[in-house]
């Protein structure tokens, strides 16, 4: 091979010698976004309408459970059972009959936005407490995820993501297909505040505040998530 060949095919091959080492990092851009629902829509009172004409079935007033009206259910005060029967804290209270109320915590969205007031939020609302790490948890996400679809705007469905790791909360809620509004609580306030000590709770919570019922079985199916709706909040979701 004669010199000026040579020169000609040196730097060819040191071009393609480079292709085959680290590939270039991607540029950066902008993070994927979390599976779940902006929280902005907890801040209206569930009901098909919001012009503040009457809904149905609540005979002039702003919702099926409010007082006065004359239905069957959470209408009038009934003890709270939690599902698994253990006691304790609030839950334990309204297992001997005392009906109680969602603690005074603000709690930041999962996506992001203004904190969630937990004594503010309007019911009847469907409050699950979990965790990616936790088994029950995960069993139960997929037939909230189904109840929030069948209630539409009838009832609030919300997450609370507890002492988790936010990135293995996001990854599990993009597989699952996680849409509802979910608040991120890595210090465990909330479960604190109720006294629990273990993970899956589920808080039902009536049009007034008031906690009706609470399971923490970890066995929630489709069937029995709205069997206890329609029982402790007088919503249909089948």
């Known amino acids: 091979m004669n010199r000026p060949l040579a020169g000609l095919l040196l730097p060819l091959l040191l ?35 919001t012009s503040g004409s009457a809904q149905p079935g609540s005979s002039g007033s702003a919702g099926p459970t409010q007082a006065g009206s004359a239905q069957p259910g959470p209408t009038q005060p009934s003890p709270a059972q939690p599902g698994s029967g253990a006691a304790g804290g609030p839950a334990g209270d309204a297992a001997a009959g005392t009906v109680t109320r969602l603690p005074d915590l603000r709690l930041p969205c999962f996506t992001g936005g203004a904190p969630v007031g937990l004594a503010e939020l309007p019911g009847p609302a469907v409050i699950n407490l979990w965790a990616s790490w936790c088994p029950p948890c995960r069993k139960e996400l997929p037939a909230f995820q189904r109840l929030a679809v069948r209630a539409g705007d009838r009832l ?17 809620a993009t597989d699952f297909g996680l849409t509802y509004p979910t608040l991120f609580d890595p210090d465990e306030r909330l479960r604190r505040a109720l006294a629990r000590t273990a993970l899956p709770v589920t808080l039902f919570v009536d049009g007034q505040g008031r906690v009706r019922h609470v ?16 029982r402790h909040l007088d919503v249909p979701v089948r």
Do not use: I, M
């Not at 997450?159 to 990135?167: L, N, Q, S």
């Not at 929630?220 to 069997?227: M, P, V």
């Open 15 to 49: 071009l393609v010698g480079a292709c085959d080492g680290t590939p270039p990092r991607p540029a950066a851009g902008p993070t994927s976004a979390a599976p779940f629902a902006d929280c902005t829509t907890l801040a209206r009172p569930p009901g098909p309408s």
């Open 156 to 172: 609030h469905v919300l997450g609370v993501d507890t002492r988790d790791d936010r990135a293995a909360a996001e990854s599990l």
């Open 215 to 230: 399971d923490n079985t970890g066995a929630l199916t489709d069937d029995t998530l709205a069997a206890l709706v329609e």
